[in-house]
């Protein structure tokens, strides 16, 4: 059974930085893409950034390009994302996916497995 972990979210300040990582467990395949959504209160969960298995691809949102960067360490079977710069509206409940294909794809409906969400909200 596939299992992801989320870590790394809490409270800072505008301007600050977190770091936050996705440990993936009970995979029996290699070679897939994955991905950070978010979703803040009363709206919809949306896309982060995606990453395919050897960082070839990688694709940000607009919202979060220059200041959140996406990596992994296949190694560790663990992703992580960077966010620096960040604002009060980053605020929300940071979610990792896994998709079985790898093409590192922006959608919701492409991924088969959720973690639960870490929160990471921002003071002004």
């Known amino acids: 059974q596939v299992q992801l972990v989320e870590s790394g979210g809490g409270l800072v300040q505008a301007g600050g930085s977190l770091r936050l990582s996705c440990a993936a467990s009970?995979?029996?395949?290699?070679?897939?893409?994955m991905a950070w959504f978010r979703q803040a209160p009363g709206k919809e969960r949306e896309f982060v950034a995606a990453i395919s298995w050897r960082g070839l691809t990688i694709r940000y949102a607009d919202s979060v390009k220059g200041r959140f960067t996406i990596s992994r360490d296949n190694a560790k079977n663990t992703m992580y994302l960077q966010m620096n710069n960040l604002k009060p509206e980053d605020t929300a409940v940071y979610y990792c996916?896994?998709?079985?294909?790898?093409?590192?794809?922006?959608?919701?409906?492409?991924?088969?497995?959720w973690g639960q969400g870490t929160q990471v909200t921002v003071s002004s």
């Open positions: 009970g995979r029996t395949s290699s070679n897939y893409a």
């Open positions: 996916a896994s998709d079985t294909y790898n093409w590192a794809r922006s959608s919701i409906g492409d991924y088969d497995y």
